[in-house]
């Protein structure tokens, strides 16, 4: 099943950007919205919402969520990034202060 190497625009569902101008589209929308939302891209029936986590004001990694698409609606997403931007502010907090030691 991993056998081969995957490509960018592979798609995986009918949702999955394949166009290399809509997907970048959708990066500059993510870098101004502050979060990412996953619709059934790669995997039917499941949605995401991501947000980053910094360190030293640089993405290091990224706080997520996936579930069914009956618990993550198109109308929650904002309320969903936002409760995962204060664990992302929280994970920085904690690196901040560890680095301080």
Known sequence: MFNRRCSLF????????????LFRYHLKAIKEDGY???DEER??????????????????GALAIAAPVEQISRKNIKQIATKLDVGSEAIT?????????
């Open 10 to 21: 592979d798609a995986y569902t009918t949702n999955t950007f394949q166009d290399s101008q």
């Open 36 to 38: 990412a939302f996953d």
């Open 43 to 60: 995997m039917v029936g499941i949605r995401c919402v991501a947000v980053p986590v910094f360190r030293n004001q640089e993405v290091i």
């Open 93 to 101: 907090k904690e690196i901040e202060a560890l680095e301080k030691g």
